[in-house]
């Protein structure tokens, strides 16, 4: 039984690895963010089709449904594009550590969404996020769009995050991500069409290093993470889970330090207001699961 619950955590742990090593394939796949995500997307969708099929999981679900996930895939695909151009705009480090904002974003999306009180403590942490983000910004001015994109990117990914809690109860996170995907490939598809050159041959000129870290992308961050992230919730309490995932910046700037020491070299005040931001986000976790805990034994 404890080599079962080791097993389960060390999963848990490659899994957040996986989130923060899509920050280094954006850095390696040389084509800009919105073509990545949607050969991300339509990758991604296949591969979960082909599961689908063998898996022998039923697709069919209302209308009404469908159009809710659509309004969700149009959200990743958001949340995928301006986190990639973040990394375009700035570097990995700036990215991931506005992407950890999203955990104030929630604080006041949730409430919304489940008509809930707003609590005490997650204005204080919003205003140290805040302060953390001043931080970084005083630091960094030259890397401002990469900020404002990558603040962009933690807003999508919580407003996405809330909206996909709520599917769950009635849909498989199976069924959840084939159709959100199909809409966001759909989504950038439209715009490709209408705003850009659309789909000329230059589009679909990739080179062999572009697309191996695609297809990386697509199949092991995106299609199996989505899958096996569900799959772990089941046995680990979506609470560790959560906390877990509050690394992935951490893994993410590691990993970005080693293997691109020039282009993420920052200022030390970086460093201060991105530990500040990690901090307070692992707080709220810690925090949120006493006030749960305490509710249940009450």
Not at 67 to 75: D, H, M, N, P, R
Not at 122 to 134: S, T, W
Request: hydrophobic share 55%; with cysteine.
């Amino acid at each position: 039984m404890p080599n079962a619950k080791l097993k389960n955590y060390l999963h848990l742990h490659f899994l957040v690895f996986i989130a923060g090593f899509t920050a280094i394939l954006g850095e390696l796949i040389t084509i800009t963010a919105i073509p990545l995500v949607w050969f991300r997307m339509v990758i991604a969708a296949i591969l979960m089709f082909i599961y689908i099929k063998v898996a022998k999981v039923k697709l069919k679900i209302r209308l009404k449904s469908i159009l809710k996930l659509s309004v969700a895939g149009i959200i990743i695909a958001l949340h995928w594009i301006t986190f990639f151009g973040a990394i375009d705009e700035a570097n990995i480090s700036i990215a991931l550590a506005m992407f950890s904002t999203g955990a104030f974003f929630a604080s006041f999306i949730e409430p919304i969404i489940y008509k809930r009180k707003i609590i005490w403590y997650e204005i204080l942490f919003g205003i140290i996020v805040i302060f953390g983000v001043f931080i970084i910004t005083q630091s960094e001015i030259k890397y401002l769009t990469g900020i404002l994109l990558g603040i962009s990117s933690a807003f999508f990914s919580s407003l996405f995050a809330v909206l996909n809690g709520s599917f769950l109860k009635q849909h498989t996170a199976t069924v959840i991500s084939f159709y959100e995907f199909l809409s966001g490939v759909f989504f950038i598809s439209l715009y490709l069409l209408f705003f850009t050159d659309g789909f000329t041959q230059d589009f679909f000129n990739l080179s062999t290093s572009d697309f191996i870290y695609l297809f990386i992308l697509a199949s092991v961050c995106t299609a199996y993470a989505f899958i096996a992230s569900v799959y772990v919730m089941k046995l680990i309490s979506p609470y560790t889970v959560i906390l877990t995932y509050n690394l992935e910046p951490i893994y993410g700037i590691v990993m970005a330090i080693i293997l691109f020491p020039e282009k993420e070299k920052m200022s030390t005040s970086f460093y201060y207001g991105a530990i500040l931001i990690i901090i307070t986000v692992i707080l709220n976790g810690i925090l949120k699961n006493s006030r749960k805990l305490k509710r249940k034994t009450s």
